[in-house]
């Protein structure tokens, strides 16, 4: 399985980013599928979360500015991300599971300015 992430940038605070992450290859049925960043000089972080099923979680940190959604049809997830802030600057990675497996994109740039 390929994960192809897309939509990062370089935005002002308060505006707004969609990233989409893309499943290729041999896929039978996709698991969960989650979004994680990393900011310079710290740890991979959770982001958002969500199941086969549609069951979502996030960070506290993001709770109320970001959704994550996805479109089984088409195997791809999404991360609406709102009232952007510097501190959302990171490299942000999907992730997704299927049977037993995971799986992880090569990272898409956000940059929030002030």
């Known amino acids: 399985v390929q994960l192809q992430a897309s939509g990062g940038g370089s935005v002002q605070a308060g505006g707004s980013l969609r990233l989409s992450c893309a499943a290729s290859?041999?896929?039978?049925?996709?698991?969960?599928m989650a979004w994680y960043r990393q900011a310079p000089g710290k740890q991979r972080e959770l982001v958002a979360v969500i199941t086969s099923g549609g069951t979502t979680n996030y960070a506290d940190s993001v709770k109320g500015r970001f959704t994550i959604s996805r479109d089984n049809a088409k195997n791809t997830v999404y991360l609406q991300m709102n009232s952007l802030k510097p501190e959302d600057t990171a490299v942000y990675y999907c992730r997704a599971d299927q049977r037993g497996s995971t799986y992880w994109g090569q990272g898409t740039q956000v940059t929030v300015s002030s």
């Open positions: 290859g041999r896929i039978w049925s996709i698991d969960a």
